[in-house]
């Protein structure tokens, strides 16, 4: 869509909720062998369309230095044919994921009678606002119509050329297999306006999800007249206890932090009991050097770490999401506690000790979506979890939290049935 079509952009925006909207109706219906077979059936396609792909992501390849992206955005925006494959093989594993819709959760019988049900059921229409990932684009489509949600795409204008073409595979194939094809729609148009019309409308949209910056995600929260599933921030800790096994604790630390430094369950903070401080922040400081690892500390860490540098309030409530790391000697279980529930956003954190006591306290006084007793921080992931896929990581209380599979795509309703039963009082 020309951008010209800005001059009508509410309108525009309007009729893509309404047509969502009618998917959605026609959706909640579906059976999930359908859902399945065009899960398994856009797969193909896409392998099918791998030329196509690459040669729609080359175009936005070639825009990408005019938008300013760095050599790493650059990376995560491209399409090779492997990532195609990736693509494909995340729909297929999609596809074999027990079908939510329908479930009975719970079942009871009252004296009366009246038998009640708990049923899963669709939250409706999703409105998605995503980086640009040609890959999101596909896993989005493939997670919310699994739960029986329609979906509208506003991914970013970098991966314009490749999102549509993805897009474009999943409708064709959606007619083709039995799915309302509005159940897949991306928004044409690259007016950063529309995102505003289309929170404007909780009478057509259900949800709102934004992934990507906390810009992004705080302009969605405050303009949202709908529910929002978000989380605005990974500040993820690792506390190393008293009574840890220092080894196991060098390991988690440096796969926490290093192994994928610019995702959201990576580590950006280092807590470290004072009584084995001395020993181990030497030690975790030479094996992070080799990642090159900028230390920032308190005076006890400066102490033990001469390269560290001086770290003030602002780094500690730091995502880094690069080769930076706060870190802070902690007079005991408490005090970390403190500092975590304090500067941490509620995403991951993780303890490492052999103190079964202070690992419960840990977990319970942790107000985060994720708590790991002796495990790295980059396991909170729909994946590592079992859910099969997400659609992101909240760090919500309500109406999900953590990574959001399939069921936090739903809602649930009660079906009540009778013999004739009326109420007397």
Known sequence: MPDSFSTDLANYC?????????????????????????????????????????????????????????DAQIDRLRLTPDRVEGIAAGMEEIAVLPEPIGVSIDSTVRPNGLKIDRVRVPLGVVFFIYESRPNVTADA??????????????????????????????????????????????????????????????????????????????????????????????NCHVYVDRAADLAMAERIVVNAKCQRMGVCNAAESLLVHADVAGTFLPRIAAALSEYGIEFRGDDRTCRLVPSAKPADDTDYYTEYLGPILSVAVVDGLDAAMDHINHYGSGHTDAIVTNDLIAAQTFATRIDSS????????????????????????????????????????????????????????
């Open 14 to 70: 309007r009729a893509v909720a309404i047509r969502a909207k009618a998917a959605a109706a026609r959706l909640a219906v579906v059976a999930g062998g359908v859902k399945n077979a065009w899960l398994r059936e856009s797969a193909t396609a896409l392998r099918r369309a791998m030329d196509a792909l690459t040669a729609a992501n080359a175009r936005d390849l070639d825009a990408a230095t005019a938008f300013g992206l760095t």
């Open 141 to 234: 489509a493939a997670i919310c119509v699994k739960a029986g949600n329609a979906v509208v795409l506003r991914g970013g204008k970098e991966a314009r050329c490749s999102s549509q073409a993805i897009v474009d595979i999943l409708r064709t194939t959606a007619e083709t297999t039995g799915i309302p094809p509005d159940a897949v729609q991306l928004v044409e148009t690259t007016d950063r306006d529309a995102v505003g019309h289309f929170l404007r409308m909780p009478d057509l949209i259900d949800v709102a999800i934004p992934r990507g910056g906390e810009g992004l995600i705080r302009r969605v929260a405050a303009e949202a007249r709908m529910p929002v599933i978000k989380h605005y921030a990974g």
């Open 370 to 425: 994720a708590v790991m007793i002796n495990a790295s921080t980059r396991f909170n992931d729909g994946g590592e979890f079992g859910l099969g896929a997400e659609i992101g990581i909240s760090t919500d209380k309500f109406h999900a939290r953590g990574p959001c599979g399939l069921e936090a795509l739903t809602s649930y309703k009660y079906i009540v049935y009778g013999s004739g039963q009326v109420r007397e009082s």
